[in-house]
């Protein structure tokens, strides 16, 4: 009647029962144990991966429990390091674009169709047949670093000093990698944005050679492990200078710019910088071990393997690439955009109150040239300049446009994320925070822009009738300029979100020639032509240089942006398809133009509510098309997978709950306080006055 499960016996639990031995030169039994031992901690299928964390507690419980279990493993992944070729996995899997992006997209295209022949003692042919499904990276990057490290640490596996195959092996590797850093540290791209100082002298990138040199000396002697500790220490010193050298160059590059040759060669620097680091941990002779690093290259190795013929991933990496250069301008950029105090909270509202003057005008042009008997590509352009010249003149006046924040302030927000410059797991609290302090500047901006278009605009109709005679819009085409923008009774929401691609696209062009820009050193250029410095005087061709490295990138956003929007609703016409913009402040100026033409008395109440809603949900997806997009370029570009923070909403939902003063308005001023003279007794504050 009643069925039972019966309880099988996991393997665990069988080699505890058993008390099973390997030895180190039982290669095929060592393989088939660790085989075995990962599969215990594989989710089972049709499970989430998120088991996977609490099976690698089970895990670690039962080694922690069982020495003979844990001696088991030991020599296992023992078994497979003296029998394998360490060198491959070291110097080549993960380091990307190592061939050149043709090269390796046709590489992967030939892979792809028939896989490689891979050498049975690689030790990448061992890894890839202990996780030999290939989806395995993604359980292994949803169990979180933190358990993986407690894993490494409760593995207690160390090199002995007897090891001589495998230390002959790492010292191979670690002697390719540093011939490939000095090599990468002497290219132009890197050489010529060093500090002055050294760019002449044997910095790091060359320095880091001679100690791996005598490294390898010491090891080849059988030195004391005191010797060897001296060795290693110096090594450890100089891959940290080498750090110090491309950190300067990254953070020159809002100042200097970056090329996509640049970015990539300081990535794949990082990338061997970081395994010479973990080589140089292993043979130093002392009993600390990173089990951090380890845990990143391991992590990295696996996802590597198991995607290593991947089109879509090899195309996403070389996205990465690109965006890195712009994400670093426009994040920077970004910070300007996020408000922390009251003070910079109201400076952000007056500044978009002012941008909402400008597109008032911008909103009565664009009717008024409506009204032109046009062809419609003449029509188009003339809609473009005018949006282009209130955009312009927004950037001109450092006035705020609240629809333009969101493809700079995502880019700062993932920057807190950024594993290129940020050691372990990034901050979510510290995000949460951050996400808070974008949303109380978003919602000043959109606030600061919207109570001045809606009456000024008003204004402006009522001024233009009682000086011409006749209404900007009236009758039917009133109506149609408020139905146009109605919740339900239009596609407006379908057309804000091409707007917030348009938007998107807008602050990627902006950051890659304000990047260009800088890279290129135009400004230096200008003001060196020979041209120029005969034509013009020497004041006003710095002022030229000075202006052109300072607003082009803006100018080309606001003239792409203006120009997306301006020939939207043309190309939809043309083409007969649904496809038009909403952009939030001009279909507010819109709305007060239409109000105008129609008259206040004849808005049925529930029709204007429509078109109100309407208007508001123009302005989210506006934002939230813009900054998403901009967000996943971001993460993309510097490394982050986003499955690897998985808690990322609950934090920010918990902080919202927690802190929702946060997201709308700024922190209260601390209360300061005034100390009273000796005569008197206690003390007030500030509020108390």
Not at 73 to 81: C, E, G, R
Not at 418 to 446: I, M, N, Y
Request: hydrophobic residues 45%; proline residues 3%; aromatic residues 12%.
């Amino acid at each position: 009647m009643f069925r039972f499960r019966k309880n099988t016996e996991g393997f665990l639990d069988q080699v505890i029962r058993e008390e099973r031995v390997i030895f180190p030169d039982q290669r095929t039994e060592g393989k088939e144990f660790l085989v075995s031992f990962f599969g215990e901690i594989r989710p089972k299928p049709g499970r989430k991966n998120r088991d996977a964390e609490k099976n690698m507690g089970v895990v670690i419980d039962k080694l922690q429990a069982h020495p003979a279990l844990l001696r088991c493993l030991q020599q296992a992944i023992y078994s497979q390091l003296i029998n394998s070729k360490l060198q491959s996995a070291i110097t080549e899997s993960g380091i990307p674009l190592s061939r050149g992006f043709w090269q390796e997209l046709s590489n992967r295209l030939k892979h792809k169709i028939i896989p490689p022949l891979q050498d049975e003692t690689d030790f990448l042919y061992v890894l890839n047949s202990i996780f030999f499904k290939k989806t395995d990276y993604k359980w292994v990057e949803a169990i979180s670093r933190s358990s993986w490290i407690r894993f490494f640490e409760t593995t207690g596996f160390r090199i002995k000093g007897t090891d001589k195959r495998i230390k002959t092996d790492l010292m191979r590797a670690l002697r390719t990698l540093s011939f490939q850093v000095a090599q990468l540290g002497l290219e132009r791209e890197v050489l010529h944005y060093l500090p002055e100082a050294i760019r002449d002298t044997d910095n790091a990138f060359v320095g880091q050679h001679q100690a791996v040199q005598a490294l390898g000396k010491a090891l080849q002697a059988d030195e004391s492990d005191a010797v060897m500790l001296e060795a290693s220490g110096f090594l450890k010193e100089q891959i940290k200078d080498c750090y110090r050298l491309v950190e300067y160059i990254q953070e020159s590059h809002s100042e200097n710019g970056a090329s996509l040759q640049q970015t990539y060669l300081l990535l794949i620097l990082n990338n061997r910088l970081e395994r010479m680091q973990l080589i140089a941990d292993v043979l130093d002779a002392d009993t600390h071990f990173d089990a951090g690093r380890l845990t990143d290259i391991f992590r990295m190795l696996v996802r590597n393997e198991k995607r290593k013929n991947s089109i879509l991933e090899f195309l996403s990496q070389g996205l990465g690439y690109i965006a890195y250069q712009i994400a670093e301008h426009k994040g920077h950029k970004g910070h300007k955009y996020i408000t922390e105090t009251r003070g910079e909270f109201f400076k952000m509202l007056r500044s978009a109150m002012w941008g909402g003057l400008i597109i008032c005008f911008t909103a009565i042009a664009k009717n008024l040239i409506g009204k032109l008997k046009l062809a419609p590509f003449p029509l188009g352009f003339l809609y473009s300049v005018n949006y282009s010249a209130g955009f312009i003149l927004i950037e001109q006046t450092n006035s705020t446009l609240a629809t333009k924040q969101p493809a700079f302030t995502a880019s700062a927000v993932a920057a807190s994320l950024d594993v290129r410059k940020t050691e372990g797991e990034p901050d979510l609290e510290g995000l949460a925070a951050t996400v808070a302090r974008v949303s109380r500047s978003q919602l000043a901006s959109f606030f600061g822009n919207l109570v001045i278009v809606f009456p000024v605009t008003f204004l402006l109709a009522w001024a233009w009738h009682q000086l011409s005679g006749q209404k900007i819009s009236e009758g039917e085409a009133a109506f149609r300029l408020l139905k146009d923008q109605h919740l339900w009774r239009s596609p407006s929401l379908l057309y804000a979100c091409f707007t917030g691609v348009f938007l998107f696209a807008s602050g990627i062009i902006a950051g890659y020639w304000q990047n260009k820009i800088r890279y290129g050193r135009i400004r230096e250029r200008l003001l060196r032509h020979p041209l120029l410095n005969v034509s013009l005087s020497s004041g006003r061709l710095a002022w030229l240089a000075n202006f052109t490295e300072r607003n082009t990138g803006a100018i080309a956003g606001s003239l792409a942006l203006g120009f997306f929007l301006g020939f939207s609703g043309v190309v939809g016409k043309i083409f007969g398809i649904p496809f038009d913009i909403r952009h939030i402040t001009i279909a507010s100026g819109n709305v007060s133009i239409g109000m105008y033409g129609l008259g206040l008395d004849q808005l049925p109440p529930q029709f204007m509510l429509g078109v109100l809603a309407g208007v508001a949900g123009i302005g989210f997806f506006n934002f939230a098309i813009s900054f998403t997009l901009a967000f996943i370029v971001a993460i993309k570009s510097r490394g982050i997978h986003l499955s690897q923070y998985p808690r990322l909403v609950r934090i920010i939902f918990r902080y919202f709950f927690r802190h929702p003063r946060e997201f709308f308005l700024p922190p209260r001023p601390a209360a300061s306080v005034l100390y009273r003279p000796l005569s008197g007794s206690g003390t007030v504050t500030d509020d108390d006055k």
